[in-house]
């Protein structure tokens, strides 16, 4: 009777492990990770401002710091002060014409007594037909004076859009000296400090978004058929008390191209030599961490 408790007993802790086994059993296993971007510097010079820090939270469009711009500004005065000293040089037409507008009106207020005079017959029309004469030929001068004094403007005006050109340029440099966060998130490394010379494309900080992680996980050709993009599947990581923390996980992306078995992973079949990348996206309230280890189960 005492052999046979013995058997019915370890039948059922083979039993109750079984189950167990059963039940934290996964389809696949991995890592977490995030979209990185790193931020580099669009001008050149010395950082008078970078007020961030490793693991702060950062908005799009936060302004984080700013590049030395004291040359550019300067050299933007010098262009302003170029264009204000061509275009300082374009005639002013209503000025100019002011003699000829004055003769003109002389001449019509002439034209007009002449014509009540002939019509008293106190004139010839000769004197009327010469005084029309001069009205025509001040009002050619006014024409011609002001088609010259219009060339004379516009080109002026065409000499100064190169330097109008530059100063936007030079306004687009500036611009580029602020130090703007593009795209929410978390700072993972800083790699630049105040006071150090910066260059153009040189890296400042690596930011990542944490609220939604990426799960990348591998499977064996045979399970390639239970996939789907798309498809929800129960993402599981250590909780730290020898269980299991569940989430629920959307298939974003399954490789085409088959890989050797990295070896940090563990498939399903663990003979399989070949398998497949399949991304994971999950939601993150601060529980996942880059780099730390998941796995998945098929719903």
Request: net charge positive.
């Amino acid at each position: 009777m005492k052999r046979l408790f013995l058997l019915l007993s370890a039948a059922s802790l083979l039993s109750f492990s079984a189950c167990n086994r059963k039940q934290t059993e996964v389809d696949a296993s991995g890592s977490f990770e995030a979209i990185e971007t790193i931020i580099s510097a669009e001008a050149g010079g010395k950082i008078r401002q970078f007020s961030l820090e490793e693991g702060q939270s950062l908005q799009a469009g936060q302004q984080v710091g700013y590049i030395d711009s004291v040359q550019l500004y300067l050299k933007k005065k010098q262009l302003e002060s170029q264009v204000h000293a061509v275009l300082d040089k374009k005639p002013d037409v209503p000025v100019q014409l002011s003699s000829l507008q004055e003769q003109l009106k002389a001449a019509e207020k002439e034209e007009q007594r002449m014509s009540r005079l002939v019509q008293a017959d106190a004139a010839t029309g000769k004197q009327l037909d010469d005084v029309k004469a001069q009205v025509a030929v001040i009002r050619q001068q006014i024409a011609a004076q002001r088609s010259a004094l219009e060339i004379t403007a516009n080109g002026i005006g065409q000499d100064a859009q190169p330097l109008k050109v530059q100063i936007e340029q030079v306004n687009e440099q500036l611009a580029q000296c602020n130090i703007i966060n593009p795209s929410a998130g978390t700072v993972l490394i800083k790699y630049a400090e105040v006071n150090e010379v910066t260059a153009p494309g040189k890296a400042l900080y690596k930011i990542a978004d944490l609220s939604t992680l990426i799960l990348r996980v591998y499977i064996s050709g045979d399970q390639l058929p239970l996939v789907r993009l798309n498809q929800k599947v129960q993402v599981l990581s250590d909780n730290g008390k020898g269980g299991f923390t569940q989430a629920e996980g959307t298939i974003t992306q399954i490789s085409d191209k088959a890989e050797f078995t990295p070896k940090t992973i563990q498939t399903k079949d663990e003979r399989a030599n070949l398998v497949y990348a399949v991304k994971v996206k999950v939601a993150n309230d601060g529980t996942y961490k880059i780099g730390m280890y998941g796995a998945i189960k098929f719903k």
